[in-house]
């Protein structure tokens, strides 16, 4: 069974300070990690994924993740925090159902930019 | 469409009342999920569709909810004598059977 942690249901960052989400996972097999970003009222986009190869893998809106097997971690980084970050984070496992991409999600983190 | 499209985005039920939610997949994609979310809360697995096939639907919190694809397309989630508790954005996916899920924008159902 996969299983997800994020450490912190709120983070509070200056704008122009540096981001990070943690995220913390179990599986039984390798695992596919994903980042995926809620804005209020809308569904899911995904920010970025690890599937294999290189383990820093970067995505949309300068976020990037690395994934750390001895950790077993995927923690969100972006440099320099920008007003329109401010949303709700999600991590989640892939555990393949069927060959599928079928997610399970931590609880997520809302990030707050103060001005 | 281009999107995963979902309807209705917001629905208001009394307790007791039957609701159905729709989702229309993008075109070819051969995966569909259905996703939980309370407020709050991460989502959470109801169940899955290959095609038309229901290959999972342990997520499904009660014999009440019911998930169908009957085409292999369009899917519809089913919801009989609505309590608070299914209070929730209800979400659908779906992918190629591989790679990036596709997320709607949800279903948002409130129950009086």
């Known amino acids: 069974a996969q299983s997800v942690t994020q450490l912190g249901s709120h983070v509070s960052v200056s704008e122009g300070a540096l981001v990070l989400l943690r995220c913390n996972y179990s599986?039984?097999?390798?695992?596919?990690l994903f980042w995926y970003v809620q804005y209020p009222n809308q569904g899911l986009q995904l920010l970025l994924k690890?599937?294999?190869?290189?383990?820093l893998v970067k995505g949309i809106n300068g976020f990037e993740a690395e994934f750390k097997k001895s950790e077993t971690s995927f923690h969100l980084t972006k440099p320099s925090a920008h007003m329109s970050d401010a949303a709700e984070y999600f991590c989640?496992?892939?555990?393949?159902?069927?060959?599928?991409?079928?997610?399970?999600f931590g609880k997520g983190t809302h990030l707050i930019i103060q001005p | 469409g281009a999107g995963v499209s979902q309807s209705p985005r917001y629905k208001v039920a009394k307790r007791g009342q039957d609701v159905a939610l729709r989702c229309d997949p993008i075109s070819g994609h051969v995966s569909l999920f259905w996703y939980q979310q309370a407020l709050g809360q991460g989502p959470e697995f109801l169940t899955y569709f290959q095609n038309e096939a229901q290959l999972d639907k342990s997520g499904l919190p009660s014999d009440r909810f019911f998930a169908e694809r009957p085409e292999g397309s369009v899917s519809t989630l089913k919801i009989q004598r609505t309590q608070q508790e299914d209070s929730a954005v209800y979400l659908c996916a779906s992918n190629l059977g591989t790679g990036e899920l596709f997320f709607g924008e949800g279903s948002r159902l409130t129950v009086l």
């Open positions: 599986s039984s097999v390798p695992p596919y």
């Open positions: 989640a496992v892939s555990d393949r159902k069927g060959g599928a991409d079928g997610l399970t």
């Open positions: 690890y599937t294999t190869g290189a383990t």
